[in-house]
C-alpha cells in the first residue's frame, strides 16, 4: 500500500464525480508508469494514495512535481516490504509525478482543491 502524509485538512470526496476525476488520473498515470500492472508478479497486490489535487492539474505536497522525493518518507512501512514491492510502490509514485499536470475534466461539481483517495487492485487497471 502506498500512503502520503497530507498537511491539507480537506474532506475526501466520494461522490461519483469524485470517483470520475479519480479514474482518469489514474488512467494518466498509469500511461507513463514503466510496470506492466497485468504482471504475475503484481498478482493481488493493492495500491491506495491519499491526494490533494490543485486546479492546475497538479498534486500538493508531497507528491508534487517537484517536491523532493524520499520513498521512506512518503509510503508507509516501506522498509518492511520485499525490493520488488518498492521497486513497483517507487515507479508509481514517480509515474504519478511525471504525468503531472494532469488534465482534468470540464468543469463540474469538483471544487479545487480536491481530496482524493486513490485505491486500486494492480489486474484492474
Known amino acids: 500500500h502506498v500512503t502520503g502524509v497530507q498537511t491539507c485538512a480537506l474532506p475526501i470526496s466520494d461522490s461519483p464525480a469524485a470517483q470520475s476525476l479519480k479514474d482518469s488520473i489514474l488512467a494518466q498515470i498509469v500511461q507513463v508508469w514503466p510496470l506492466d ?27 508534487g512535481k517537484n517536491d523532493p522525493f524520499d520513498p521512506a518518507r512518503v509510503i508507509d512501512r516501506y522498509n518492511e516490504f520485499p525490493p520488488f514491492y518498492q521497486q513497483a510502490m517507487t515507479s508509481f509514485i514517480e509515474a504519478m509525478r511525471l504525468a503531472q499536470p494532469f488534465r482534468l475534466p470540464p468543469p463540474g461539481t469538483e471544487t479545487y482543491p480536491a481530496r482524493l483517495y486513490v485505491d486500486f487492485l494492480l489486474h484492474d487497471l
Open 37 to 63: 500492472p497485468k504482471s504475475e508478479r503484481l498478482a493481488g497486490i493493492s495500491f491506495y494514495v491519499r491526494v490533494t489535487l490543485r486546479a492546475d492539474g497538479t498534486l500538493g505536497p508531497p507528491f
